[in-house]
């Protein structure tokens, strides 16, 4: 017997096994969110190539960058749950740069300081992200070392009480417009991955400068800068946790990253193929429309069927992550899975929109060049294979 009592409507959803009546509810905040001040402006700030800093302030008011951090410190919990919803819905914004920004702030850069800053350090900057009024940004990737992190240039030498800085990172994103950032840099180069540090610089630091990178394929509305630290003077309390310990910092905040990453995979395929099914059953073919044509339903099918492995697939894995259960492997796999999958979904929506799928006034591009940089972006498929093959005893 079918029942419309909200259990049931609630019990229908997908991920009913992990999500409670909060998460919910948060969706549906980042949702009004999206369509209120987001979607309205996303042209303007796609030409710009930057989200103006009063997003930040707007999202932090309405407080979608209190997750992550525990209830005692100004947080709602450490629930990696709410970064998949925020996730999700900022994806199927019409804008993904949107996405890249709020998320290098709150689910790349701040998550370092909440894991493993000072007192001092929080009680400095943490209520500042938590409210929009600081941004964040995490400087790992260089010129010569992106995925492979132990192999960065950058150095902090100790210096009286303090720290020089010296190097350059590249593809940051918030890299021109942070306020302070989290970079990885070399403190006993002779020691390779077990000798690097993660040091926190704020954006006026005399000798840091940041110039912004342009001709990005997508993602247009997020700023990347490249950037260049000629002896910068830092203070003993900027480093952020302890000397030598940072490469194992960082590989602790990727999995939450890639995990993130995942779903936001999962929710630009989702709108990428319910814009093409309203597509389709419009646009005429013969005596009927693109829809009623068995090979779309079966290229559809096929799509959703996908789009909903990845679902399960980034859903599984976040129950273990939020059971403390080791989940390498499986977030892996799940950041693996979604994005080549979002890409495939994807594709086969652009193909699906013909010539019309190749023009600016269909949404239908703009998600076609977003989604490649997840197959690159918190580290390649090809370093997710990699982890899955080592974690499997290949």
């Known amino acids: 017997m079918k029942s419309d009592a909200p259990e049931a409507s609630l019990a229908a959803e997908p991920g009913a096994y992990l ?5 919910h509810e948060f969706r549906q905040l980042v949702r009004s969110f999206v369509d209120r001040e987001v979607n309205p402006h996303a042209d303007a700030w796609e030409a710009a190539g930057h989200v103006p800093r009063d997003l930040f302030h707007k999202a932090g008011e309405l407080g979608l960058f209190k997750h992550g951090v525990p209830e005692a410190e100004g947080g709602t919990g450490i629930d990696c749950r709410m970064a998949i919803v925020m996730s999700e819905e900022i994806s199927r914004g019409h804008t993904r740069g949107v996405g890249m920004a709020l998320g290098a702030h709150n689910e790349i850069a701040k998550p370092h300081l909440v894991r493993f800053g000072t007192p001092l350090q929080k009680s400095k900057y943490l209520a500042d992200m938590i409210a929009g009024r600081k941004v964040g940004a995490l400087g790992v990737t260089e010129p010569k070392a992106g995925t492979n992190v132990a192999g960065i240039k950058t150095t902090a030498v100790r210096d009286g009480d303090g720290w020089l800085l010296s190097g350059e990172k590249m593809y940051i994103t918030n890299g021109v417009d942070a306020d302070l950032f989290f970079i990885a840099a070399k403190t006993d180069p002779a020691r390779g991955r077990q000798g690097i540090s993660m040091l926190l610089v704020e954006r006026d630091t005399p000798g840091f400068s940041r110039t912004e990178l342009t001709g990005k394929l997508g993602r247009l509305a997020s700023d990347t800068g490249y950037l260049k630290f000629d002896n910068c003077r830092l203070p003993a309390s900027a480093l952020i946790g302890a000397v030598n310990q940072g490469f194992y910092q960082i590989m602790q905040c990727f999995e939450h990253e890639r995990i993130v990453i995942a779903a936001g995979c999962v929710g630009l395929a989702e709108v990428s193929l319910d814009e093409t099914v309203a597509y389709v059953k419009q646009r005429g073919y013969g005596d009927g429309h693109l829809a009623d044509m068995q090979v779309t ?25 939020v059971r403390g259960i080791p989940s390498l492997k499986e977030v892996a796999m799940a950041k693996a899975f979604a ?33 490649r940089l997840d197959r690159i972006g918190g580290g390649t498929t090809e370093v997710m294979y990699d982890i899955i093959a080592k974690q499997k005893g290949i």
């Open 19 to 23: 999500f409670e009546p909060r998460h």
């Open 297 to 321: 339903k079966q290229r559809l099918a096929k799509s959703y069927m996908e789009l909903e492995a990845a679902r399960q697939l980034v859903y599984g894995t976040a129950w273990r992550v």
């Open 339 to 371: 994005a080549e999958a979002a890409c495939r979904i994807i594709d086969d929506c652009l193909q699906l929109h013909g010539g019309a799928g190749y023009l600016s006034a269909y949404p239908i591009q703009r998600a076609y060049r977003d989604i």
